[in-house]
């Protein structure tokens, strides 16, 4: 007998959960020796400083846990980056928690204030941990959708915030509202006057804000990135969420950081002690070193707005439509217009091709909505070298 024929059977918690998309075209992408250009993760090294860093802290012994909350040194440091930047003044001690990365930072709030039958309101197309993270809590996702903007053509221009369907979506039920910004998959930024906005629709209830900031230190041509810190009446309603390996080019290494107000924190902690306890020791001394040089950070809208022209230029002799991409590491893009018989694909089916045929794996922008919705547009990750880049876009000119 196969002992998985005596397995108990039980209800799933995520019954409707596979295996993400990010999986699925990074296999696929192996498989067929493709470029990927799907998932997000750089192809380059990190700074061997500090690796030499983390190092240092191995052979210094700090290799047992930490405290719970995460080491001292780390937590006064995004103290004041935080000020810097932002102007807010968080408390390490009782307001700065580091995280098994951004996504555990995510689960952890949403499973520390939201109950079974609150409300949480996300915006589509949104991250895919949204959701399932939800749904183990107990919650309700309400998704509003971006609203797309098309030129004259019909090819998808830009994305815009949903106000009018925002505004309708809370109501004395709406435990949380998750925003995003730079926006993942879009690249979308909020401005100033967007937070100003979201604080008029929230002040009068009592909705808590999760902000995603993963990527704040990748914005664009001069602009600035408006973290909820930088807003008191959204920072005292809100959980802010941010990585060292995006900022940093150190993804496997799921470091990050939920600042938020005592209260939020308390709770946050309750559940975060018992989620992972703790973080991994000498990555956190090698990154409080490292944090101390506020160039590491402040060079990277350069670093990466010089990787998103050049990939921008390359596209341009394709016939692909760019859609803008003021933030993040991703490059949009419309296939719609193509004159191939592929661009009547939807969009899963066209990455697949994409991929499979021309050697260049991307992200279908539809695999960030629960319901099928079809634009005609897909993410490219630019977080590559130069050579990576030149490799793919040689390819895509043949579109």
């Not at 689960?107 to 895919?128: N, Q, W």
């Amino acid at each position: 007998m196969n002992p998985s024929d005596t397995t108990p059977s039980f209800p799933s918690r995520l019954p409707n959960v596979g295996t993400t998309v990010f999986t699925v075209m990074s296999a696929l992408a192996t498989e067929h020796q493709a470029i990927n250009l799907g998932q997000g993760f750089p192809d380059f090294p990190c700074d061997r400083k500090l690796i030499a860093n983390v190092n240092d802290a191995m052979l210094a012994d700090h290799n047992q846990y930490p405290p719970m909350l995460g080491i001292k040194e780390l937590r006064d440091g995004i103290a004041q980056k935080i000020k810097g930047l932002y102007g807010h003044q968080y408390d390490p001690d009782s307001e700065i928690t580091i995280t098994a990365g951004g996504t555990q930072g995510i689960l952890t709030a949403i499973l520390a204030c939201v109950s079974p039958g609150d409300e949480v309101v996300i915006i589509e197309p949104a991250y895919d941990s949204y959701r399932p993270s939800i749904e183990l809590a107990g919650g309700k996702t309400i998704a509003v959708s971006l609203e797309v903007i098309r030129d004259e053509q019909g090819q998808v221009a830009s994305y815009e915030i949903p106000w009018e369907a925002l505004a309708n979506a809370i109501h004395s039920k709406t435990r949380l509202i998750i925003i995003n910004t730079p926006h993942n998959p879009t690249g979308m930024v909020w401005k100033k006057t967007d937070l100003d906005r979201l604080a008029d629709l929230v002040k009068d209830t009592s909705a808590l804000i999760l902000s995603d900031e993963v990527y704040e230190h990748m914005v664009y041509d001069g602009a600035s990135h408006y973290s909820v810190a930088s807003h008191p009446l959204l920072a005292a309603r809100s959980f802010l969420i941010s990585s060292f390996g995006k900022t940093y080019h150190v993804t496997g290494w799921k470091v990050g950081y939920v600042a938020a107000p005592p209260a939020l924190s308390k709770e946050f902690r309750k559940v975060h002690q018992f989620n992972v306890f703790t973080v991994n020791t000498p990555m956190q001394y090698g990154l409080a070193s490292y944090l101390t040089d506020a160039s590491h950070y402040l060079n990277l809208p350069a670093f990466y707005q010089a990787k998103r022209d050049f990939f921008r230029a390359g596209l341009s002799h394709t016939g692909f439509t760019l859609l803008p991409s003021p933030g993040t590491y991703f490059q949009c893009v419309d296939y719609s217009a193509l004159n191939i018989p592929q661009a009547k694909f939807n969009e899963a089916d066209f990455c697949k091709w994409l991929t499979t045929q021309v050697g260049v794996a991307a992200i279908p922008v539809s695999a960030f909505y629960d319901q099928a919705t079809e634009s005609g547009v897909i993410r490219f990750c630019f977080a590559k070298q130069e050579q990576t880049l030149s490799n793919a876009l040689q390819r895509l000119q043949s579109l």
